[in-house]
């Protein structure tokens, strides 16, 4: 009798069976970057791990596919809606089933759907997956897209704010340029399984069935894997690929690359490159979002009478007013000072100026009376307001 091994699609994502479409879809892309053959090269076990999860993600992010698995516990492409839906009432009843499956009559076989001890008959559900168990895994595509990538780059502080180009070195799968994806090469030929025919005969205990040909999905025809791709219409890459910084240009920030992915099989696009920026730090200045912060320290005595002095900036010097009384820490800011926004352009983040009071070493006894004098002339106490509160 033949059968077909159950597969937990659910498992192999790992969520519930309850999970929404979006749930889905994040399970897979986490799961697809850390066992994607580019970030496993080499390692059969994530190869295979990938080929699982995304046969997973196939049939359960979509609608249609998802329905026919929930009913039947399995999905052929052999298989629509209506009849697993009527399959699916049949088990729940216990009667036969009310659609014809293949052109064959389950009348007469306990309902298709019992089994009893020594009658050496499976179950419908696994006549039924034998069935189609084959021809499933070979079923004939369109055009598909390929998959998309993402990457890390990292850019000195200079080149996120005024904008420039970088490089990046990328391996990506590009569609075989023998085939063009197809997978195959050279004109098709009879196919050796069915003597093209299209139909073979398989068993199903001491049932017949007459199926269509798993090799050549019932044309009777097949080809030659190409030689370049070996079959996979696909071949491994490695690429320079050049992309522009804007000015302003935030660490996080994603840019996209159309088409810079990996490529498509029997004519479909290639997927898209995500390049995430990392930008570089500074000695002096320091970014947040779209603003410049710096740290300027000022002398006692402009910290006191008030002042104009020169700070850096990131288009050179300029000049910051410091008010009379400046505390130590104190921040002042310079509008639009800072860094071009790379989302609104014309718009400019502030600069930030953090003032510290550089308190002077006092060498010499003529200005420690100075200083003594000053603080007769001035006698407060910083830390009256403290034991306030208190």
């Not at 986490?30 to 046969?55: C, L, M, Q, T």
Request: glycine content about 12%.
């Amino acid at each position: 009798m033949a059968t077909t091994t159950q597969k937990d699609y659910y498992a192999t994502l790992g969520v519930k069976k309850t999970a929404t479409a979006e749930e889905i879809r994040k399970a897979f892309r986490k799961a697809a970057r850390k066992y994607h053959p580019d970030v496993n090269p080499g390692d059969k076990k994530a190869e295979e791990k990938f080929k699982e999860i995304s046969e997973a993600n196939d049939i359960l992010s979509d609608e249609k596919k998802r329905k026919i698995y929930d009913q039947l516990g399995f999905y052929s492409d052999q298989i629509d809606p209506a009849q697993a839906e009527a399959y699916a009432r049949q088990q729940a009843s216990g009667g036969r089933p009310p659609v014809d499956f293949g052109g064959f009559d389950f009348s007469g076989f306990g309902g298709g759907a019992q089994t009893s001890a020594g009658s050496g008959w499976g179950s419908f559900k696994d006549i039924f997956s034998g069935i189609f168990s084959g021809a499933q895994q070979q079923q004939p595509r369109g055009p598909q897209p390929g998959t998309d990538l993402e990457y890390q780059a990292t850019v000195d502080f200079w080149s996120a704010i005024r904008g420039g180009q970088a490089r990046l070195q990328i391996h990506r799968q590009e569609t075989c340029p023998t085939c063009h994806g197809q997978a195959h090469a050279g004109g098709p030929m009879p196919c050796p399984e069915c003597n093209g025919t299209g139909r073979v005969t398989q068993m199903g205990g001491r049932m017949k069935f007459n199926i269509p040909c798993p090799r050549c999905n019932g044309t009777g025809r097949t080809t030659h894997a190409c030689s370049t791709c070996h079959g996979e219409g696909l071949v491994h890459r490695t690429e320079s690929v050049e992309f522009r910084i804007k000015p302003g240009t935030r660490d996080g920030q994603r840019i996209r690359l159309q088409g810079k992915g990996n490529g498509g099989l029997n004519g479909g696009a290639a997927g898209d490159l995500f390049v995430i920026v990392r930008t570089g730090s500074h000695p002096v200045f320091t970014r947040m979002g779209d603003d410049i912060h710096v740290t300027v320290p000022i002398s006692v005595p402009e910290a006191s009478l008030g002042a104009k002095v020169d700070v850096p900036t990131i288009d050179g010097r300029a000049q910051l007013k410091i008010p009379p009384g400046t505390q130590s820490g104190q921040k002042l800011r310079m509008r639009e000072r800072g860094v071009q926004s790379a989302s609104h352009p014309g718009q400019r983040g502030d600069q930030i100026v953090t003032v510290e009071v550089a308190v002077p070493h006092l060498h010499d006894e003529r200005s420690r009376e100075i200083m003594r004098e000053l603080a007769k002339l001035n006698p407060q106490d910083p830390r009256a307001k403290l034991f306030e509160k208190l």
